[in-house]
């Protein structure tokens, strides 16, 4: 039998195969090919862990933070599962060098966190609390004396409190770049990556548009628009901020949870059809940032109910990224249709396959159709996987295992789809998993756990899960099998 290189294998293969089909209805068909059993990721390739400073710090009153609408949320009866809320958490907040225990033994090279805004002004704006800077300082020179590089994120969905108004706000925009400055200023010394904001629609629609998260707001269509707009510029001011007070070769980015369309088959016509809904149905997000504008397709949907635009909005919003940050999930399937958009997005049939959340449809292929959309669409500089994970029914055992064989099946399949894309060239630099350990899961409380690492919320005590080992095994082979 003869034997091929992966490379050649993957490669020479569907280059061979492309040449045959060019010209005809089947050139942009990919070819099914023979998988090798074990799928090398590119020397370098950054492993690594996320997690959000409320789901995971508790210390909700510790040294002087404010709080946010988080715990604002939270406390009001009937807004999260059995009222649960952040203030104790993981405990990060004191336990975090257990914590960078726990990713040294995974062997990441890398860890995404966020800074809790209202922990360093606990108002928003104005008085700085040192105290709270302190805690990430601390979180810091610890993840690099371990070997481990910081990600940071500026703002996962925790706003402070204080700040009259809200995202329905403009000046709230501003009051986030002047908090990325002054922050990026204080940390860019140590941290070479940085994440504006995370996913825009949790915080804008689904807080201030359906109310299932904080501020639970149901605003009419123009006024959450508005609010849509204020999440977009506030990144846009952001990233100028941190350019103009950090090192020229600092990165920056953000993580966004871009809808994801997936062609219900791999033929030119349902290719490109993803391809146009992936710009549409992203518009008031990515779409925006990748084009500085919004598109007409967008306009004409919304018509009077239209963002408000003032003048250098958009430049703000366009300024250009290192890095596109994607957390990917679940998949959105679409068709070729002849409508005007010239797409029909698939609805799933209630027997559609998903894992322990509700939301969460399982089609791994969406990682790969996620990172070669947005490719494709606007060929970032960069790619990161900023999120991938899934929640599971975990049980501790008697013995103290977690056997989420569950989440390995998600993650395998996951990253041999990813591994596509890498293979492909598109240029993803790193994948961090989420997340590392059980943590608040927003609205769903403690009953969703997406870690790694099993939490007893009573005792604190974390325990890594087969996943984990699991996940060790990857990093150290830096291969999926
Ligand atoms: C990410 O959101 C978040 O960044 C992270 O903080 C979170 O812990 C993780 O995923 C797991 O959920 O209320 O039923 O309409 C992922 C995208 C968007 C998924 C909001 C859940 C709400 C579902 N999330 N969605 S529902």
């Known amino acids: 039998m003869i034997s091929f290189s992966r490379r050649q294998f993957g490669k020479s293969v569907a280059a061979a195969a492309a040449t045959a089909y060019a010209g005809s209805s089947l050139s942009g068909l990919a070819l099914a090919q023979p998988q090798p059993a074990a799928l090398h990721y590119p020397k370098g390739f950054l492993w690594g862990c996320a997690t959000a400073a409320y789901q995971i710090e508790g210390g909700a009153q510790a040294d002087g933070r404010g709080p946010s609408v988080w715990d604002t949320f939270s406390h009001t009866p009937g807004k999260t599962y059995h009222g649960e809320t952040g203030d104790v958490a993981d405990d990060s907040y004191h336990l975090y060098k257990e914590d960078v225990q726990l990713l040294k ?30 805690y990430y300082d601390r979180v810091i020179d610890e993840l690099l004396a371990n070997h481990i590089t910081p990600y940071v994120t500026f703002f996962h969905w925790d706003l402070p409190q204080a700040l009259p108004g809200g995202w329905q706000n403009r000046d709230t925009s501003k009051a986030f ?35 299932q998260f904080a501020p639970g707001m149901k605003l009419p269509d123009a006024e959450a628009n508005q609010v849509r707009h204020h999440g977009i510029l506030a990144h846009g001011l952001g990233v100028q901020a941190i350019r103009a007070n950090t090192p020229a070769a600092t990165q920056v980015g953000l993580a966004e949870n871009a809808t994801v369309f997936v062609p219900v088959m791999e033929t030119d016509a349902h290719i490109q059809a993803a391809q146009k809904a992936m710009r549409v149905g992203n518009a008031p997000f990515l779409t925006a940032l990748m084009e500085g504008k919004y598109i007409d397709e967008y306009l004409a949907q919304e018509g009077a109910n239209a963002p408000k635009v003032e003048p250098g909005d958009m430049q703000a919003i366009g300024s250009p990224l290192d ?31 998903h894992m322990y959340s509700p939301w969460l449809t399982l089609g791994p292929e969406c990682i ?8 494709d669409l606007w060929k970032p500089k960069g790619i990161y ?23 390995v099946m998600y993650l395998r399949n996951h990253l041999t789809q990813l591994h596509r894309a890498v ?10 998993l989420w997340s590392l350990m059980d943590n608040f899961e927003w609205a769903d409380g ?10 007893d919320f009573k005792t604190l005590k974390r325990t890594p899960k087969l996943s984990a080992e699991w996940y060790r095994n990857v990093i150290a082979q830096n291969r999926v099998e």
């Open 385 to 407: 996987i900023t999120e991938n994970g899934t929640s599971s029914d975990d049980v501790l055992t008697p013995a103290g295992r977690v056997e989420d064989v569950d989440r």
């Open 423 to 432: 293979d492909e060239d598109y240029p993803v630099k790193g994948y961090f």
């Open 368 to 375: 790969y159709w996620g990172v070669r959309n947005v490719c």
């Open 105 to 134: 033994a995974l062997g990441v090279s890398t860890y995404r966190m966020s800074l809790s805004w209202s922990r360093i002004f606990p108002e928003g704006r104005g008085a700085f609390n040192p105290k709270g800077l302190d």
């Open 323 to 353: 890095f596109v940050g994607l957390n990917i999930y679940t998949p959105t399937y679409v068709r070729a249709d002849d409508s005007p958009l010239g797409f029909a997005v698939e609805p799933n049939p209630s027997s559609y396959p």
């Open 446 to 455: 403690y009953s969703k756990r997406f870690g790694i690492h099993y939490v």
């Open 177 to 211: 770049a002047d908090y990325a400055a002054f922050v990026s200023k204080r940390l860019g010394d140590r941290v070479q990556h940085f994440m504006t904001t995370n996913e825009f629609v949790c915080f804008t629609d689904l807080g201030y548009r359906y109310g």
